[in-house]
């Protein structure tokens, strides 16, 4: 459904309730999942303007596809006191954002199995932001289980995953116990947002 093009705007005003409950709660900041915004985002003029205006009252976090002069990326948006930073993935999921094969295998296989489409592009270092004066490290999804993301990172990271495509399967649980492991192997707290997910105490 994430996909279809008649159910993306109804999954857009989903997540504008989501964050108009935030601000009635007078949360500091949302943090909405990967691809809660199944679209390319800063394409959408009139949805950068909302989301702005919006960031006046809340710190918002989202998943959305960023296109650049030099392709596609999968990127967390921050919109903070009406202006946006985004922040592009580093580490890509091997097989579903990336065929990590020489070039020409690499097109042969999106040719027969991808319609042709091309890998999303990969950020070439982790985005770190400061949020009310405290400092923030972005991952998406596959990314904050890569011992990578710790190294030299700030106390807090902010990440985010679609993990609804996964189901049925473990990756949630594997994912949550992961990310888990390396707050505790490198004393970090981890913000995680993820639609179907798991809840381990």
């Not at 691809?35 to 809340?58: D, M, T, V, W, Y």
């Not at 930073?85 to 990590?100: H, N, S, T, Y």
Request: with cysteine.
């Amino acid at each position: 459904m994430r996909w279809d093009e008649q159910w993306i705007y109804k999954i857009v005003e989903f997540q504008f309730t989501e964050i108009d409950k935030a601000i009635k709660n007078k949360d500091d900041i949302v943090v909405l999942t990967e691809s809660a915004f199944p679209l390319i985002l800063n394409n959408e003029g009139l949805l950068i303007q909302r989301l702005k205006l919006l960031s006046k009252k809340i710190t918002i976090v989202l998943g959305s596809i960023y296109k650049a002069d030099d392709g596609y990326y999968n990127a967390n948006y921050y919109f903070i006191d009406g202006d946006y930073q985004v922040a592009r993935k580093v580490f890509l999921v091997p097989f579903g954002e990336e065929i990590p094969f020489p070039q020409f295998l690499t097109d042969l296989i999106n040719e027969i199995f991808y319609n042709g489409a091309n890998d999303y592009k990969k950020a070439e270092s982790f985005f770190d932001i400061e949020i009310k004066g405290v400092k923030f490290r972005n991952a998406i999804c596959f990314e904050a289980t890569v011992d990578e993301l710790y190294h030299d990172a700030p106390d807090y990271i902010i990440a985010s995953s679609n993990n609804g495509w996964f189901k049925p399967s473990i990756e949630p649980t594997l994912q949550n116990l992961l990310i888990r492991f390396y707050a505790k192997k490198y004393n970090k707290i981890i913000y995680h947002s993820a639609n179907m997910g798991v809840d381990l105490d």
